[in-house]
C-alpha cells in the first residue's frame, strides 16, 4: 500500500531506501512532538584549569628533585629518523653520519621524555636545557653485504651487483632531567626574517 503511494508520487524506477520498501507505513511517521535530550556538561573554570596546571607541574618537579622519577625513556630525532631510547641501549644510525669511534655526544632534538609517574612532551622539541641525552658512538663499521639483481626479459640483461652501507653504533649513557618544568630558559629565540625576492 505504501509501495504504491510511493511510487505515484516518484517515480516507478526510483531507488528506495531498505526501509521504505520493507517497512510498515505506521513505523515511516514523523512526529513534531520529538525531544532532544542535550546532555550539559559543565566546564571547569580558568581558575580550575590553572590550579590543576600547577599542582601537576608541582608534582612533577618535586619527583625530579628526589630522584624518585625512575627509569626515564625519550624519543629522540637523531639523522632523520627517530628513536625511542633508554639508558644503556644501542641504537644504529644507518648511513654516513660524522662523529667517529669514542666521541661523546649529547643528542639535542628530544621530542618526548618520560619515566613512571609522568611524560614531558615537546612541541615539537622539549628546550634544550631541560634534558639532557648523553650518548658514545661505539663502532662505525659497514653493514652486511646486500645483492642488486638487474634484469630486463627477453633482452639477455642481467646484473648482479653488491653493496655495503656506513652504519653508526650508539650506546645511549644516560637521560637526565636537569631542571625544573615550566620555568622560562634565558635562551632568546631570534625572529626568522625572510629574504625579500
Known sequence: ???????????????????????????????NKTQLAVAQEVLPSDSDIRLTTTNTIQKVNDLIAQGAEGRLFAVVHVAGKQFKITPEDIIIIEGYWPPTNGDQINLEKVMLVGGTDFTLIGRPVLPQGLVTVRATVIEKDLSHTKPIFYKKRRKQYQRLNFYRSHYTMLRINEIVVSSDVNNPSDTVQVERTLASP
Do not use: D, E
Not at 505504501?2 to 510498515?24: D, E, M, Q
Open 1 to 31: 500500500m505504501f509501495s504504491s503511494l510511493v511510487r505515484g508520487v516518484l517515480n516507478s524506477r526510483a531507488i528506495l531506501p531498505k526501509c521504505l520498501k520493507t517497512c510498515s507505513p505506521s513505523v515511516l511517521q514523523f512526529s
